[in-house]
């Protein structure tokens, strides 16, 4: 089945601090990732769409300049958290597209700002 | 209206019955649906995914879709205790990666107790 990872799992970080998160489909090609965020007892909230090659397209109300997505290959996507904050604690959750268009999830990064 | 509704739970059935999660979703020309299944603390996991009119089997699984009255289930027979977890309906209107974001219902939970 299609693998993606995450790195870190978990990070806790002070406040003013950035934060970069990696996500990798490991055995496939994958021309779109998405970025979630998820709050306890939430759903997810998509945060940005990212095309390799590409710049991210955010969803309304998401900062891009506070939230960086780099995309450089088709393998790789990157989310920084610019000078985070602790209201920006959440459950980071990557998902990249594989062929034909179904979604496979990352494992997430748990995100503390203290 | 919401993209996609769920009956929200929580769910609770004994071990061994049938539990039948349902979505219905708003824009009739949506083309991909699916199921995830996330516990709590993790990110989802797909478990199926429905393109045409009818049912589909994957062993414990079964989706069920009805587009003319835009309409998705997932029925779980013989249900386990290891099946409770909340279940995430998501819908993609369209196949192939220009029309690629998910949107999700909120999520069902269920519990299956021994």
């Known amino acids: 089945g299609a693998v993606v990872s995450q790195h870190p799992s978990w990070v806790i970080c002070k406040s003013g601090t950035s934060v970069k998160i990696e996500c990798r489909s490991l055995?496939?090609?994958?021309?779109?990732m998405f970025w979630y965020r998820q709050f306890p007892k939430q759903s997810l909230m998509l945060m940005a769409t990212?095309?390799?090659?590409?710049?991210?397209?955010?969803e309304q109300g998401v900062e891009k300049d506070k939230f960086l997505i780099n995309h450089a290959s088709l393998t790789l996507s990157t989310l920084t958290v610019t000078s985070a904050h602790p209201e920006d604690s959440s459950f980071y959750i990557c998902?990249?597209?594989?062929?034909?268009?179904?979604?496979?999830f990352g494992p997430g990064t748990r995100l503390t700002v203290t | 209206q919401k993209e996609v509704e769920q009956n929200s739970g929580p769910l609770s059935v004994p071990e061994g019955a049938i539990a039948s999660l349902n979505c219905t979703y708003s824009d009739r020309g949506s083309q991909s649906f699916f199921w995830y299944r996330q516990y709590s603390g993790k990110s989802p996991e797909l478990i199926m995914s429905?393109?045409?009119?009818g049912d589909k089997e994957d062993g414990r699984f079964t989706a069920q879709l009805n587009k003319a009255s835009q309409y998705v289930s997932l029925l779980i027979r013989d249900s386990q205790p290891s099946d409770s977890a909340t279940y995430l309906c998501a819908v993609n209107k369209g196949r192939g990666s220009t029309l690629g974001r998910l949107y999700f219902g909120r999520g069902t939970q269920l519990t299956v107790w021994p």
């Open positions: 998902s990249a597209e594989q062929q034909g268009d179904e979604q496979y």
């Open positions: 429905i393109y045409s009119n």
């Open positions: 990212s095309n390799e090659g590409s710049k991210a397209t955010y």
């Open positions: 055995d496939f090609q994958a021309t779109t």
